[in-house]
């Protein structure tokens, strides 16, 4: 964090985007389709976004996709929305590794098939090495839950006696998340409508920009992007703080 942000100033970013992709489902709804359509529909807004997010020179940007309480939904369509992440990456892989493209996957592995989960650890070998934008997908993830296994493994640490546990702080166990190699987001963006965060990135959007956009998934664009990046920059950034009046001075001797 630079003086200039601590005293109010807004920054030219964001550099991290976080996006809650939701409204696939109300899309088709509307439109008398099956939910399907509406998560297809959904991952062309996908591929759509992260073209656009390059484009707009956003440095990281990270979607969500398939949360930890997802798995509640009824068992064909989870089954279909795992094969639209296989697609995505068997299909858009090469393309993201040739545009410079690091994927990161975060979330929990052990509830994936050993298929998709061989694929994820494919998409990010593959693409380790690049140094362009940095595409995360929240895939099976739940920010309590990383939290929690976090929690855990340093519990193991400190029982084993490798760490002590004083020396746990915010520093440490940030370095322990999901997320531990990406900047926390500057600008996380939800839209459909809905104005909560549905346990996404609760440690690290502690200090993040929020905007909800009316824009159900399926439609959203590069324009739509663009008015939540021109809505972030009209705010100001205090951490915590409090600007100082432009009139300060007056009356100073």
Not at 95 to 121: F, H, M, N, Q, T
Not at 227 to 236: P, Q, S
Not at 240 to 250: I, L
Request: charged share 25%; hydrophobic share 40%.
């Amino acid at each position: 964090m630079s003086a200039g942000q601590r005293q109010g100033q807004q920054p030219a970013g964001p550099s991290h985007v976080a996006i809650i992709m939701d409204g696939n489902g109300r899309w088709a709804q509307m439109r008398g389709l099956p939910r399907q359509e509406g998560h297809r529909r959904g991952l062309e807004a996908l591929r759509r976004t992260v073209k656009n997010a390059g484009e707009l020179g956003i440095a990281v940007l990270t979607l969500y996709s398939f949360s930890t309480e997802n798995w509640r939904r009824p068992q064909a369509e989870v089954s279909f929305l795992m094969g639209l992440l296989k697609r995505f990456v068997e299909k858009d892989l090469a393309e993201l590794d040739a545009s410079g493209v690091k994927v990161r996957i975060i979330g929990g592995r052990e509830d994936l098939a050993p298929d998709l989960r061989r694929l994820v650890e494919h998409a990010e070998a593959m693409t380790c090495n690049n140094t362009g934008m940095t595409l995360a997908i929240a895939f099976n993830y739940g920010s309590r839950d990383e939290i929690v296994r976090t929690a855990r493994a340093l519990a193991t640490e400190v029982a084993a006696g490798r760490i002590a546990a004083s020396a746990i702080d915010e520093a440490l166990f940030s370095s322990r998340l999901d997320t531990s190699d990406l900047p926390d987001p500057e600008l996380v963006i939800r839209t459909s409508g809905e104005t909560r965060i549905s346990n996404f990135l609760l440690w690290q959007a502690a200090y993040a920009e929020f905007v909800f956009s009316p824009v159900l998934w399926p439609d959203f664009d590069r324009t739509a992007l663009e008015d939540a990046l021109a809505e972030y920059r009209r705010r100001e950034r205090r951490f915590g703080g409090v600007s100082e009046p432009a009139d300060r001075n007056v009356g100073a001797a």
